[in-house]
C-alpha cells in the first residue's frame, strides 16, 4: 500500500526537557548532585529498560551503575538534538549490549512471524470489538522482545522515530518494520486466541 | 508554501500507515500531522488501523509502564560514586611507579655500604689497568675488557650474595618487618646493586671503545655472559641456601675459571681459553643468557611473596 513519505517525523511538538538538559550541563561541570537529581528522576524508567536486557534485578542495577558513570564521563558530548531521556536510553543500551557481550535484544521467533499473514483478511475494528485490553495486554507479554521494545519506547516514552533510530542505532526504515512487525504480531497472537476459544 | 491540486490529491490518497505511531506518541511535526488528518477524515482502512494503534498503544502504557517493577536500590547511587573516585588505570600506574621508587630509595639506604665499596673499588681497578696496559700492542681494548671478564663477575656475584641474607643485615631485617613483600624488596636490591655494577662495568668499557676504536658490542660480549651467570647463580644461592655458601660457591667458581687459564700470571693476552668446562660457561652467548635468567627467576621465586605470618 502507499504511504506518505518519510518526511515530518523529527520531533517538533516539544522541546528537549529543559530540566534535564540544565542536569546534564551541571553534570559536565562536574556537579555531583546533578546527577543524583537525573538519577532521581529517570531511574526507575532507566532501570525498567534495563531489564528489558536481562531479568535479574543485580544485573540490571550494575548496569544502570555503568550507564550512570558514561553519563558523568560522557556528559560534555551531549549536544541536545534528542531529549535527554533519549539520550540516556541509547547510553543504557550500549553498556548492556557492551556488558552482556551481546549486539542486540533476541531476534523475534521464527515461529511466529511465519504466523503473522501477509494481508490482513479481517477489519481490525471486528477484531478489537471482540477482545478486551487484558487480552491485548496478554498478547503484548508473548512478543518478541526486540518489538516490545520498539513499543515501550514509542508509546511508553513517546520518543520520535529518530529519536528510537538513535536509541537502538538502526536506520529509521528498521524503526518503522519493527513497530509493524509487532502490531502484526501482535494481531497474530489476538486473531489466534479468538480461535482458541472458538 | 501551498500544494497544487496534484500534490493535494495524491496527499489524500496516500496511506498514513507508518506515520501512525508517530501521529499517536505526539512526535510527528505539524505539517505531516494536518497531512495525515486530512487523509484520515476520508480513509476507513487508515482508521480502522489507526484503532487497532491506539489499543496497542494504550496496551504498552500499562504492560509495559516502568511503574510495574519495583525501583532499583537507594544504594545505587553509593556504587556509582565509589566507581568514579576509583583511582583510573594511569593514576593506578602512576601509583605504582610511585611505590617502586619509594621502595628502591628506602633499599637504596639499607643496602650494606661495602657492596658499593667493592663495586667502586673493582672500576677502579679495571680502569686503572685500562690506563696501565695502554701501552701495550693491545690496541683494540679486549685486554681492559678481558680483565672486567674477570672481577666484574666475581664483584657483581659477590655483591649480590649479600644483599638477601638476613644473618649479616639488620636493613633487610628491618625491610622484612615491614608489609612489603620480601620478592618486592629482592627485587629492589637486585635492581639497585646489579644496575650499579653494571652501570660502571659498561661505562668503563665505553670508554675504552671510544679511545681504543674497538667495538662495543665485542668487548661487552666478553663479560657480560659470565656477569649474568655468575650474578644469577651467586643471587639464588644466596635467597635458595645461605648468603656463606653462595659467595663461597661464587669465589670456588672464580677460582677454578682463573687458573684454568692459561698466562694467567702475566695478565697478558687472555685470548686463549683451555677447553676447561668452566671455560666453556664463561663466555657470551643464548644459552648462558638463559641459564641466567632461568636462576635469576628461581631466586626471584624462591623469595616468599607475602611476608611470613608471625607465630
Known amino acids: 500500500m502507499a504511504v506518505v513519505g518519510v518526511r515530518g517525523i523529527g520531533r517538533a511538538v516539544d522541546p528537549p526537557d529543559e530540566g534535564d538538559a540544565l542536569l546534564i550541563r551541571r553534570i559536565a561541570h562536574g556537579d555531583r548532585q546533578a546527577l543524583t537529581d537525573l538519577y532521581l528522576r529517570h531511574r526507575q524508567a532507566l532501570f525498567h529498560y534495563l531489564l528489558q536486557f536481562t531479568s535479574d534485578d543485580g544485573v540490571a542495577e550494575e548496569l544502570l551503575q555503568d550507564t550512570l558513570v558514561a553519563v558523568w564521563k560522557n556528559a560534555r558530548s551531549y549536544k541536545g538534538d534528542a531529549r535527554v531521556l533519549a539520550w ?88 518503522k518494520s519493527r513497530l509493524n512487525h509487532a502490531k502484526r504480531s501482535l494481531r497474530a497472537v489476538l486473531r489466534a486466541g479468538e480461535e482458541a476459544e472458538q | ?61 500499562e504492560a509495559l509502564a516502568p511503574s510495574t517493577v ?125 644496575g650499579y655494577n653494571f652501570a660502571l662495568t659498561t661505562a668503563v668499557t665505553l670508554v675504552v671503545a671510544l679511545v681504543t676504536g674497538g667495538s662495543f658490542v665485542a668487548l661487552a660480549s666478553l663479560w657480560l655472559g659470565p656477569l649474568l651467570l655468575l650474578s644469577s647463580l651467586s643471587l639464588a644461592l644466596s635467597v635458595g641456601v645461605s648468603t656463606m655458601v653462595a659467595a663461597i660457591i661464587a669465589g670456588l667458581l672464580w677460582i677454578l675459571h682463573l687458573f684454568s687459564m692459561p698466562n694467567v700470571l702475566l695478565i697478558g693476552p687472555f685470548g686463549s681459553d683451555s677447553g676447561s668446562l668452566l671455560s666453556l660457561v664463561w663466555q657470551t652467548n643464548p644459552f648462558i643468557l638463559a641459564l641466567a635468567l632461568a636462576l635469576l627467576l628461581l631466586a626471584l621465586f624462591s623469595a616468599p611473596r607475602r611476608v611470613p605470618q608471625q607465630v
Not at chain 2, 486530512?38 to 482502512?45: E, G, I, Q, S, V
Open chain 2, 1 to 61: 508554501m501551498t500544494s497544487t491540486p496534484q500534490e493535494t490529491k495524491q496527499e489524500n490518497t496516500a496511506h498514513v500507515g507508518d506515520l501512525l505511531p508517530a501521529y499517536l506518541n505526539g512526535t510527528l511535526e505539524a505539517t505531516a500531522r494536518s497531512q495525515a488528518q486530512r487523509h484520515l477524515a476520508h480513509c476507513a482502512a487508515c482508521r480502522e488501523e489507526l484503532a487497532l494503534w491506539m489499543a496497542l498503544a494504550a496496551a504498552s502504557r
Open chain 1, 88 to 175: 540516556l536510553f541509547g547510553i543504557a543500551r550500549r553498556r548492556a549490549c557492551k556488558r552482556l557481550r551481546r549486539r542486540e535484544l533476541p531476534q523475534a521467533d521464527l515461529a511466529e512471524l511465519e504466523t503473522v499473514p501477509a494481508e490482513d483478511p479481517e477489519p481490525e475494528a471486528a477484531l478489537l470489538a471482540s477482545v478486551t485490553r487484558a487480552e491485548i495486554a496478554a498478547a503484548l507479554a508473548q512478543l518478541a522482545p526486540q518489538h516490545r521494545e520498539a513499543l515501550l519506547l514509542a508509546f511508553v516514552h513517546e520518543l520520535s522515530y529518530a529519536e528510537i533510530a538513535a536509541v537502538l542505532e538502526v536506520p529509521l526504515g528498521t524503526v
Open chain 2, 70 to 194: 519495583a525501583a532499583p536500590s537507594p544504594a545505587l547511587m553509593e556504587g556509582v560514586w565509589a566507581r568514579l573516585d576509583a583511582p583510573s588505570m594511569p593514576e593506578q600506574l602512576a601509583g605504582g611507579v610511585w611505590r617502586a621508587g619509594r621502595l628502591v630509595r628506602s633499599q637504596a639506604r639499607l643496602i650494606p655500604p661495602g657492596i658499593w665499596l667493592a663495586s667502586t673499588l673493582a672500576t677502579v681497578f679495571c680502569f686503572l689497568g685500562f690506563l696501565l696496559l695502554g701501552s701495550h700492542t693491545h690496541t683494540d681494548g679486549a685486554h681492559v675488557a678481558a680483565l672486567q671478564s674477570l672481577i666484574a663477575p666475581l664483584v657483581t656475584g659477590l655483591c649480590l650474595a649479600f644483599i638477601y641474607g638476613p644473618e649479616h643485615d639488620a636493613g633487610l631485617e628491618v625491610a622484612l618487618s615491614t608489609p612489603t613483600s620480601p620478592r618486592k624488596v629482592l627485587l629492589a636490591r637486585l635492581g639497585l646493586v646489579f
